[in-house]
């Protein structure tokens, strides 16, 4: 057979037909699919060109079928990420091309294209059509945003910007509302831009405004987010961060111009000069224990100043009642740092928001807000101890924060230490009295996340809790597992889908050998979600 036109003979036999396969499905309390595990690989369907897109697509329909969802809507593929001798392919749910919301399934596939497993959620049911002009959203759709956030922050109108206005499909379920039934309807997905409170971080809100009813909110949230390189120094200027125009933008007229890019001198700032550095870490991270080979393509931004796309950052801002602002965060596609607030293991976790909003989108709130909030502190720590800087030790090697102004905030191996649960529901569990309520969500975000965090620092370097034992699987296997694992979440996942994703990484990763993982390893990592109590998908076979 020549090599590029159609898919390698599989190496285990069987049918091609994934809904006739022997497999595992794990559905969630509320009965919905998340996941399915087949026996043995299921081979591409014979003919199938050999690119991962097209093997991934020759199984959709069957995918569709075994998550319940094959009247509603086509599958597309969105990205493919290299895995080991394989690939995770990303695909999106679209009804008559209109995206739905968070609704995405990832197939792994072995290097002969076949299917190991599939991760995912998609909407069960649509009612409803989009009004004629969807593409040009009425202007009362922003009115209707803006007002439902300024009444649930009691803050003017004016106080809030309208920067994005796109037709999505709305399903609630996929939106991470608990116990929420899985249909989806026409709807407006409105970003609002908030300047954030007093020495807080400027934030971002998503509504959903019904497009049949567009002075109707369907749901909304707070969603702030906390190797070329261009790094800006704003010299401890005050922004405005309640502008239209984002004024902590690197190499923009709206913002400040670069102060050092790719292969130019130090720029004897200290804040200017980190930075530099560790943007530089943090790709080389990614590029050296991740198949990501260049964290600049996936986040990187192109301002049009001349030094191409890149990894961009403004340090030592200033907000109005704060200097030097005592923060740091990720803006859609650049960073902005207060004075010291410039240490490694930051820009790894800050950096990374940008990495899981372009890859699965975690929602931020409730679970999946935690789990996003855990991937950027144990990516952003696996940046720290890579780099090996001057304030890593044997004692500092999970703390975040450790060397910034701002002190450690956070303790990976000891959660409690910082109030923080190590326990899915264990002491320190932050339950939000108000979903809707964007301090508690900021709260449970922050605080949940521990859970995932422990998980993390066990799987790596192993430990005892809740009487189980883990014998870690070094830091290699661990950030491979970790970066296949971000490719199979999706935007809704829970602790439950967590701890399955895990373990189906584990084994992903044994199929495509991935840094000599073992299933032994895999074990290792089913221990790990055990001793911090994460709670399992009901299995059928």
Same mark, same amino acid.
């Given at each position: 057979?020549?090599?590029?036109?159609?898919?390698?003979?599989?190496?285990? &036999?069987?049918?091609?037909?994934?809904?006739?396969? &022997?497999?595992?499905?794990?559905?969630? &309390?509320?009965?919905?699919?998340?996941?399915?595990?087949?026996?043995? &690989?299921?081979?591409?369907?014979?003919?199938?060109?050999?690119?991962?897109?097209?093997?991934?697509?020759?199984?959709?329909?069957?995918?569709?079928?075994?998550?319940?969802?094959?009247?509603?809507?086509?599958?597309?593929?969105?990205?493919?990420? @290299?895995?080991?001798?394989?690939?995770?392919?990303?695909?999106?749910?679209?009804?008559?091309?209109?995206?739905?919301?968070?609704?995405?399934?990832?197939?792994?596939?072995?290097?002969?294209?076949?299917?190991?497993?599939?991760?995912? +959620?998609?909407?069960?049911?649509?009612?409803?059509?989009?009004? #004629?002009?969807?593409?040009?959203?009425?202007?009362?759709?922003?009115?209707?945003?803006?007002?439902?956030?300024?009444?649930?922050?009691?803050?003017?109108?004016?106080?809030?910007?309208?920067?994005?206005?796109?037709?999505?499909?709305?399903?609630?379920?996929?939106?991470?509302?608990?116990?929420?039934?899985?249909?989806?309807?026409?709807?407006?997905?409105?970003?609002?831009?908030?300047?954030?409170?007093?020495?807080?971080?400027?934030?971002?809100?998503?509504?959903?405004?019904?497009?049949?009813?567009?002075?109707?909110?369907?749901?909304?949230?707070?969603?702030?987010?906390?190797?070329?390189?261009?790094?800006?120094?704003?010299?401890? +200027?005050?922004?405005?961060?309640?502008?239209?125009?984002?004024?902590?933008?690197?190499?923009?007229?709206?913002?400040?111009?670069?102060?050092?890019? #790719?292969?130019?001198?130090?720029?004897?700032?200290?804040?200017?000069?980190?930075?530099?550095?560790?943007?530089?870490?943090?790709?080389?991270?990614?590029?050296?224990?991740?198949?990501?080979?260049?964290?600049?393509?996936?986040?990187?931004?192109?301002?049009?100043?001349?030094?191409?796309?890149?990894?961009?950052?403004?340090?030592?801002?200033?907000?109005?009642?704060?200097?030097?602002? +005592?923060?740091?965060?990720?803006?859609?596609?650049?960073?902005?740092?207060?004075?010291?607030?410039?240490?490694?293991?930051?820009?790894?976790?800050?950096?990374?928001?940008?990495?899981?909003?372009?890859?699965?989108?975690?929602?931020?709130?409730?679970?999946?807000?935690?789990?996003?909030?855990?991937?950027?502190?144990?990516?952003?720590?696996?940046?720290?101890?890579?780099?090996?800087?001057?304030?890593?030790?044997?004692?500092?090697?999970?703390?975040?924060?450790?060397?910034?102004?701002?002190?450690?905030?956070?303790?990976?191996?000891? @959660?409690?230490?910082?109030?923080?649960?190590?326990?899915?529901?264990?002491?320190?569990?932050?339950?939000?009295?108000?979903?809707?309520?964007?301090?508690?969500?900021?709260?449970?975000?922050?605080?949940?996340?521990?859970?995932?965090?422990?998980?993390?620092?066990?799987?790596?370097?192993?430990?005892?809790?809740?009487?189980?034992?883990?014998?870690?699987?070094?830091? #290699?296997?661990?950030?491979?597992?970790?970066?296949?694992?971000?490719?199979?979440?999706?935007?809704?996942?829970?602790?439950?889908?967590?701890?399955?994703?895990?373990?189906?990484?584990?084994?992903?990763?044994?199929?495509?050998?991935?840094?000599?993982?073992?299933?032994?390893?895999?074990?290792?990592?089913?221990?790990?979600?055990? +001793?911090?109590?994460? @709670?399992?998908?009901?299995?059928?076979?």
């Amino acid at each position: 057979m020549s090599s590029g036109v159609t898919a390698q003979p599989p190496t285990t &036999p069987g049918t091609s037909d994934l809904g006739a396969a &022997p497999k595992e499905v794990f559905k969630d &309390p509320q009965g919905m699919v998340t996941q399915v595990v087949p026996k043995d &690989p299921v081979p591409a369907p014979a003919g199938t060109p050999s690119d991962a897109t097209a093997q991934a697509q020759a199984q959709s329909d069957k995918v569709k079928q075994v998550f319940e969802a094959a009247p509603v809507g086509n599958l597309i593929v969105d990205q493919v990420f @290299p895995v080991g001798d394989g690939s995770t392919v990303r695909m999106r749910q679209e009804i008559d091309s209109i995206p739905v919301f968070g609704a995405s399934v990832a197939q792994s596939l072995a290097a002969d294209g076949s299917l190991i497993s599939v991760t995912g +959620a998609l909407t069960q049911k649509s009612q409803g059509t989009f009004p #004629e002009g969807a593409g040009t959203p009425p202007a009362e759709v922003s009115k209707t945003a803006l007002q439902a956030i300024a009444d649930q922050t009691q803050q003017p109108v004016d106080h809030y910007a309208v920067t994005e206005v796109k037709a999505n499909w709305y399903d609630p379920k996929l939106a991470a509302v608990e116990d929420a039934a899985s249909v989806a309807v026409p709807a407006f997905k409105v970003a609002v831009k908030d300047p954030g409170e007093k020495g807080g971080r400027p934030g971002e809100w998503v509504v959903f405004v019904d497009a049949g009813n567009t002075g109707k909110v369907l749901d909304s949230w707070g969603e702030t987010k906390q190797l070329n390189r261009v790094v800006c120094d704003a010299a401890r +200027a005050v922004v405005d961060l309640d502008s239209q125009q984002d004024p902590t933008e690197c190499g923009t007229s709206n913002g400040f111009p670069a102060t050092r890019a #790719e292969g130019q001198s130090p720029a004897s700032i200290t804040d200017v000069d980190n930075i530099y550095d560790y943007f530089g870490a943090t790709e080389k991270f990614y590029q050296g224990y991740t198949p990501l080979k260049n964290l600049t393509d996936l986040i990187g931004a192109d301002t049009g100043d001349g030094n191409g796309k890149a990894l961009r950052g403004t340090v030592r801002i200033c907000s109005p009642d704060q200097c030097p602002y +005592a923060n740091a965060f990720w803006n859609n596609d650049h960073m902005a740092y207060g004075e010291g607030v410039t240490t490694d293991d930051i820009t790894g976790h800050e950096l990374t928001h940008g990495v899981t909003q372009h890859v699965n989108g975690l929602v931020y709130r409730n679970d999946s807000g935690a789990i996003n909030e855990s991937m950027s502190d144990v990516f952003g720590q696996f940046v720290f101890i890579t780099n090996a800087g001057p304030y890593y030790n044997a004692g500092t090697r999970w703390q975040l924060g450790n060397g910034s102004v701002l002190g450690v905030i956070r303790d990976m191996k000891d @959660p409690k230490s910082h109030k923080q649960p190590d326990s899915y529901q264990g002491q320190y569990w932050y339950s939000a009295t108000n979903p809707n309520d964007p301090r508690q969500q900021s709260a449970l975000v922050h605080t949940n996340s521990g859970v995932g965090n422990k998980a993390a620092q066990l799987i790596t370097d192993g430990g005892s809790l809740n009487g189980q034992t883990v014998a870690g699987i070094g830091l #290699e296997k661990a950030a491979q597992l970790y970066w296949t694992t971000q490719t199979l979440l999706t935007g809704n996942a829970t602790y439950r889908t967590l701890g399955t994703a895990l373990a189906t990484a584990c084994k992903t990763n044994v199929q495509n050998n991935v840094a000599g993982t073992t299933a032994d390893d895999c074990a290792q990592v089913v221990n790990a979600t055990k +001793a911090v109590q994460m @709670p399992s998908l009901d299995r059928t076979t």
